[in-house]
C-alpha cells in the first residue's frame, strides 16, 4: 500500500460527459502529479502541483483541469470527454519536487 | 525536448538466464528512476539513480547510470517467473514531474 488513495477505481461514462477524479496523497507529501497511462500514449504526465500551486503541465488537453486544496489532495477535472480518453489514470506523490513519487491504484476510466 | 527510449519493448526469458533492459535519454537529468508494473496494478518504485555511475542492486535486478553516455541500464540476472511484469524507466524532468519510456514487457517462462 503506498499511502496515495485514488476514488473512484473505475468509472464509467459516456461521451461528452465530465468527471472528477480525486486524489489523497500520503500524509506529508505536498507534491501531487496527475498521469495518464493508455495503449497508444503510453505514461504521460499530465501535472503536478506543490502546496496547492500549479507547478508543471505536461500533455494536458484544454479540457482537463486539476487543482490541489488547502488540505492538499487533489481533483482532476475532465470534461466533454472522447472515446479517447479512455484510459487509467494515476496520481501520485512525494514529499517534494524531485522526491521519489508514491503511485496510488489509479482510476479506470471507460468511455461509451 | 526530453524524450526516453526503452528497448526491447518486449521481452520473452527463460527462467534462470540473463539479460539487460536498455534506457537512453535525450537531454541531462539529475535523476533516472526504474518503475515495476504488474498488469492492471499500480507502480511500484524499484530504484532512483542520482549521479553518474550509480549502481543499485535489489535482489536479482541491478541498475546502472551513465550520464556520459545519457544511458540507464537493468540487468535481470537469473530471471524466475516473479519478475514477469512491465518495467519502465522514467527521466526526472525540470520540476521533479516524470518522463516515462514506453516500457519493456518481461515474460519469465519456466
Known amino acids: 500500500d503506498s499511502g496515495v488513495t485514488q476514488t473512484p477505481k473505475h468509472l464509467i461514462t459516456a461521451t461528452g460527459q465530465r468527471v472528477t477524479l480525486r486524489c489523497s496523497p500520503r500524509s506529508g507529501d505536498l507534491s501531487v502529479y496527475w498521469y495518464q497511462q493508455s495503449l497508444d500514449q503510453g505514461l504521460q504526465f499530465l501535472i503536478q502541483y506543490y502546496n496547492g500551486e500549479e507547478r508543471a503541465k505536461g500533455n494536458i488537453l484544454e479540457r482537463f483541469s486539476a487543482q490541489q486544496f488547502p488540505d492538499l489532495h487533489s481533483e482532476l477535472n475532465l470534461s466533454s470527454l472522447e472515446l479517447g480518453d479512455s484510459a487509467l489514470y494515476f496520481c501520485?506523490?512525494?514529499?517534494?519536487?524531485?522526491?521519489?513519487?508514491?503511485f496510488g491504484d489509479g482510476t479506470r476510466l471507460s468511455i461509451l | 525536448e526530453l524524450k526516453v527510449e526503452q528497448n526491447p519493448l518486449f521481452l520473452s526469458m527463460q527462467e534462470g538466464k540473463n539479460y539487460t533492459i536498455y534506457c537512453n535519454y535525450s537531454t541531462t537529468s539529475d535523476r533516472l528512476y526504474w518503475y515495476r508494473q504488474d498488469p492492471g496494478k499500480s507502480l511500484e518504485s524499484l530504484f532512483v539513480?542520482?549521479?553518474?555511475?550509480a549502481v543499485k542492486q535489489e535482489g536479482r535486478l541491478m541498475a546502472s547510470l551513465d550520464t556520459k553516455a545519457r544511458l540507464s541500464t537493468l540487468h535481470i540476472t537469473a530471471a524466475v517467473h516473479d519478475l514477469s511484469a512491465t518495467y519502465f524507466c522514467a527521466l526526472g524532468g525540470s520540476q521533479g514531474n516524470l518522463i516515462f519510456g514506453k516500457g519493456t514487457k518481461l515474460s519469465v517462462k519456466p
Open positions: 539513480l542520482l549521479s553518474n555511475g
Open positions: 501520485a506523490s512525494s514529499v517534494g519536487p524531485w522526491q521519489p513519487q508514491h
